[in-house]
């Protein structure tokens, strides 16, 4: 079932769901379902599954010398999400990227959701690599998340790539979108970053994912400003529970956000992890609570990896 078509059916009650990332290659997917079981119990309707950027890996060589190759070092996004589909019986929903993809695989990637039964596609440009100070669109590739939304939208109305095919038997996929609260890193403002979500939106996305956000005032900003400008379809709130002493470093760089005043003091205030993880569940706690009594239509989990976390936060909350 698309995710529009959950939030209409709750009927205003807020829904629970999360997002995982996909097993290094050579793990055992038994790991990814160890930790999504406990989580099946708060019913989530949909289960989000990133896909990962292509990296460069050195392999040592007979004569000592290092080869450089290329490699996708978590594949099987769409393999994972039709796992979690007829073994759960949720909606999976795989984060289809602009990097990495020329149209054609992208399409093929496409035809394969549609045929496995996905009714949803989180559309999304991707990061840089990580040896890239910036991101550089792959040749013969979607170049912005605008782009991408535009592809699928074609293949709804049952168009292929250089029109070769044109039918009426067609995928009718939802279209996610990510948005930001606190501005993309690469937009010179949050007005424009606006105006390139609104873009997203008029070329057929139904609703946004936010990033991650701490303080709660961004995220009603960020709707409002959104509203304003005619972005009418649902805006999904995306909460991280902090975990490590060190997110406090690392989540603002990487996602350019600001962390309260307070969230810092009780992080700081924290003797091991064992402390900072139960910070981070009180926070989200709190954050969820008034996200809900503000009508948010879902509360979105970043699980990356150990759900134990998650676990507390819903037990609370759903
Ligand atoms: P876009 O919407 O294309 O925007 C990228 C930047 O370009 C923005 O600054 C925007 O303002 C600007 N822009 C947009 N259109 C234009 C235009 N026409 N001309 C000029 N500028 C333009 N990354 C992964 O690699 N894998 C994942 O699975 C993944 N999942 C995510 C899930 C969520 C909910 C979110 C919020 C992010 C996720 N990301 C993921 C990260 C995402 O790929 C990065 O944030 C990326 O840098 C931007 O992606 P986007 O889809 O927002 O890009």
Known sequence: MKVT???KNANGKTLFSFEIVPPQKGQNIQDLYNNVDPLMEFKPPFIDVTTSRE????IKKENGLLEQKMTRMRPGTVGICAALKYKYDVDAIPHVLCGGFTKEETEYVLVDCHYLGLDN???LRGDAMK??????PTPGGNEYAVDLVDQIREL???KYLHNIIETTNRPDFCIGVAGYPEKHLESPSMDADLRRLKEKVDAGADYVVTQMFFDNSKYFNFVEKARKIGITVPIIPGIKPVAVKRHQQILPQIFRLDMPE???SAIEGCKDNVQVRQVGIEWAI???KELMAHGAPVVHFYSMGKSDNIKAI???IF
């Open 5 to 7: 078509e959950h939030i």
């Open 121 to 123: 596609i989180m559309a």
């Open 286 to 288: 709190q954050q969820s």
């Open 55 to 58: 990296e460069y890996v050195y």
């Open 314 to 316: 819903a037990k609370e």
């Open 156 to 158: 709804n109305q049952g």
């Open 131 to 136: 040896h890239e100070p910036y991101f550089v």
């Open 262 to 264: 307070d969230l810092i």
